[in-house]
């Protein structure tokens, strides 16, 4: 059985801080994606990461993938109230194989 | 842009009785998932589906749930006789199967149903 430990589960900070949220497992992942879910929604997919030391950047946020594809990171520079929300981090061992979600991390961004 | 849909929202039912969750793929796509979250709980993945036949199941997808391709448009999940324990929020998800190495793994989920069984 595959876990994703995501940490902090919350979050609460200054409009205009950076953050950075972890994902972390003992399993190795071909792929891991990251969504946003706000409250009583569905998931919306941020990114995916599937290369070992890859990063990718959206805007004012960054992911990176570890090299070994073992762990994640989503850091956001200069938060806005409009990032607050929960991020979720899920992983794939094969392409066709079901994801396994993260706890998420609870991200309040106060003006 | 294409989005997965799914009806109804909510769905409140009596324990033992049969439900039905309906869901809309993005119309390209070819692989099909349903995932529930208990409220406060983590993401939890169900079944998911490929050419007409399941290619994955959990442990929760037992005897009492069962998936279903009806149509070239929709997929359903439904649950023959409901338990206190399965009022959740379900989701479906579906994948394109693009030959594109990162977008081959991205899932898309619809905005829910929330199941309440009394």
């Known amino acids: 059985t595959q876990l994703l430990e995501q940490s902090p589960q919350f979050l609460s900070i200054q409009e205009g801080e950076n953050l950075t949220v972890y994902c972390n497992s003992s399993?190795?992942?071909?792929?891991l994606q990251w969504y946003r879910q706000e409250p009583g929604e569905g998931p919306v997919l941020l990114v995916t990461v599937v290369t070992g030391g890859e990063v990718k950047k959206l805007k004012r946020l960054t992911f990176q993938f570890g090299d070994a594809r073992k762990d994640s990171s989503l850091h956001i520079t200069a938060a806005q109230p409009g990032d607050t929300g929960l991020y979720l981090c899920?992983?794939?061992?094969?392409?066709?194989?079901?994801?396994?979600f993260g706890g998420g991390t609870r991200l309040m961004v106060k003006p | 842009e294409p989005e997965v849909t799914q009806t109804p929202s909510h769905q409140v039912t009596q324990m033992g009785q049969e439900v039905i969750l309906r869901c809309v793929p993005i119309?390209?796509?070819?692989?099909f998932y349903w995932y529930r979250q208990i409220l406060g709980q983590k993401v939890e993945f169900l079944v998911s589906?490929?050419?007409?036949?399941?290619?994955?199941k959990s442990e929760i997808f037992d005897d009492q749930f069962s998936v279903e391709r009806p149509d070239g448009s929709n997929f359903t999940l439904k649950i023959r006789s409901t338990k206190l324990e399965d009022s959740a929020m379900y989701f479906c998800?579906?994948?394109?199967?693009?030959?594109?190495?990162?977008?081959?793994?991205?899932?898309?989920f619809g905005p829910g149903t929330r199941l309440t069984v009394t």
């Open positions: 998800a579906s994948r394109p199967g693009h030959p594109s190495l990162a977008e081959n793994y991205e899932q898309y």
């Open positions: 589906f490929y050419n007409n036949e399941i290619s994955e």
């Open positions: 399993s190795v992942f071909s792929s």
């Open positions: 119309s390209n796509h070819l692989y």
């Open positions: 899920a992983g794939a061992i094969n392409a066709g194989n079901m994801l396994t």
